[in-house]
């Protein structure tokens, strides 16, 4: 069972990035899927999650407006198009997954973290 997340890199104020989170060994279809971000010597924080049994999104208040998730089951994934990155935005993305159809917060997997970047 392993998520891998990809799509990070380095973007203007302003600008736009597309993570992904690609799952083996199982499948997303029955998960909620979530990402996270954490800063420099900051704790992880939730950003986004997907419920599978009915397609709700979650988001904090920090990116409502801004970054959508989508998921995409005949490729197993879960998309995080985050426009409009500010610097504060700047941090390691982690997706995850919770053997639970909706967003319980309790996660079972976790990918290895992909590097955004946000210049002023």
């Known amino acids: 069972v392993q998520l891998v997340g990809s799509g990070g890199g380095l973007v203007q104020a302003g600008g736009s990035l597309r993570l992904s989170c690609a799952a083996s060994?199982?499948?997303?279809?029955?998960?909620?899927i979530g990402w996270f971000l954490q800063a420099p010597g900051k704790v992880r924080e939730g950003v986004t999650c997907?419920?599978?049994?009915?397609?709700?999104?979650y988001y904090a208040d920090s990116v409502k407006g801004r970054f959508i998730i989508s998921s995409d089951n005949a490729k197993n994934k879960v998309d995080l198009q985050m426009n409009s990155l500010k610097p504060e935005d700047a941090a390691v993305y982690y997706c995850?997954?919770?053997?639970?159809?909706?967003?319980?917060?309790?996660?079972?997997?976790w990918g290895q973290g992909t590097q955004v970047t946000v210049s002023s």
């Open positions: 995850a997954a919770e053997r639970s159809s909706n967003c319980h917060g309790a996660y079972d997997y």
């Open positions: 060994g199982f499948t997303f279809e029955d998960d909620a």
């Open positions: 997907i419920s599978s049994s009915d397609g709700s999104t």
